[in-house]
């Protein structure tokens, strides 16, 4: 099985600060790799695809990078509304293993 | 526009069997590369992928829950069901589905999830 860890677990930071999350992958998975906002009460919303791919309509903010077991996301001026939980989720091109990360709660200082 | 809604008990019995349907709108499950999934997450907790069916009527399974669960699909009704089997207070989750693009396996739209509590 592929183990995802995300860091940090959780993250406070001021309106306008860059904030960085990292996914890790136990195996190399290619750049088979998603990234999903998660506001309280709500469904996810996927916000990054293919590790890099930034889904329509989603603000230039939020961006994603990586490849193998090491991926990035960013959101390059933190908004209001982006307090959320933020999950990465790697698949197998085969469809036998789909699996989220643990998620990373963001909460502005 | 795409719009995914979940439906079923609230409430259930340990040992019953979980019956949950999703009915979608918007795209069509016997178009090449559609697929929806099943998406669980327990209070506070993390998202679980369960189970995904394709528009050839292909079925995946998570492996830890795959002896438990079953995915179908009934494209003239445009709706998915998941069953599952033996509930125990620990499957205890919000249960989503989720239009799912083959090509990538990521979920573009979400329903809004059906809250669903084991216990007797």
């Not at chain 1, 790799?33 to 989603?58: C, F, H, M, R």
């Not at chain 1, 390059?76 to 509304?81: A, F």
């Not at chain 2, 699909?73 to 989720?98: E, G, R, W």
């Amino acid at each position: 099985d592929i183990q995802m860890t995300q860091s940090p677990s959780s993250l406070s930071a001021s309106v306008g600060d860059r904030v960085t999350i990292t996914c890790q992958a136990s195996q190399d998975i290619s750049n088979y790799l998603n990234w999903y906002q998660q506001k309280p009460g709500k469904a996810p919303k996927l916000l990054i695809y293919d590790a890099s791919n930034l889904e329509t309509g989603v603000p230039s903010r939020f961006s994603g990078s990586g490849s193998g077991t090491d991926f990035t996301f960013t959101i390059s001026s933190l908004q209001p509304e982006d307090i959320a939980t933020y999950y990465c989720q790697q698949y197998d091109n085969l469809l036998e293993e789909i699996t989220f990360g643990p998620g990373t709660k963001v909460d502005i200082k | 526009q795409v719009t995914l809604r979940e439906s079923g008990p609230a409430l259930v019995k340990p040992t019953q069997t979980l019956t949950l349907t999703c009915t979608f709108s918007g795209f069509s499950l016997s178009t090449s590369g559609m697929c929806v999934s099943w998406v669980r997450q327990p209070p506070g907790k993390a998202l679980e992928w369960l189970a995904l069916i394709d528009w050839d009527d292909d079925k995946y399974y998570s492996t830890s829950l795959k002896t438990r669960l079953t995915i179908s699909k009934d494209t003239s009704k445009n709706q998915v069901v998941l069953t599952m089997t033996n509930m125990d207070p620990v499957d205890t989750a919000t249960y989503y589905c989720a239009r799912t693009n083959i090509v990538g396996a990521y979920f573009d739209y979400w329903g809004q999830g059906t809250l669903v509590t084991v216990s007797s």
